[in-house]
């Protein structure tokens, strides 16, 4: 990663964009730009559920979204740090979501850095016209979140992240031995037991 001074120094370019991360994108195994930098941060005034997606036809998998909510809310994630010109990229992979824009107000670094003056982003989930069949979390997507936030927030981040999360009694679909999230992460044995416990109350498919 570079360095926050230079990537302060790098940011005066005007090329630079920042994303906010709160579920995948917490995880770095899953980034598949050329991302310069990123830090832990919270986001104000947006809360997070699991919901439905909004394509029509497709398996019913669930996507985790966020939407704007009370000011009071507030969202523990990863602000990433990329190329403007990677921004077609990133809303590809982002293509059951909306990109809002954000301010430097609405976005707070756990080490007290000024932002430097660049576009900021989140991406929150476009909601489907009409819900066919019930949806269900892919394992494969939630393991990818969850090593994310114990990485970044450790076994408490893990936890709040659930407890934090609405609509976490969708049912799972255990397709850990065979993922069928494009961007899956292996597990150590470790992380397998507590995801499974921290989990265990959710209803298997």
Known sequence: ?????????????????????????????THRTNVLHYERAQLRGFKRSWQERPDVGTEPIALLSSAPSSRD???????VFDFSENLPLLDERECGYDRLSVTPEDLKLYDDKALPEIPLYVYSGRLPQKVDAPHYILQSYLDAVMQGYLHQYGEEGVRNFVERTARFDTKLFADRASPRYPRYVSLSDSEQYLFDQITSFMSIV
């Open 73 to 79: 809310d507030l969202l523990d994630g990863l602000l």
């Open 1 to 29: 990663m570079m360095e926050w001074e230079a990537l302060v120094e790098r940011a005066r370019g005007g090329d630079l964009i920042a994303y906010f991360g709160y579920g995948s994108l917490v995880n770095p195994a």
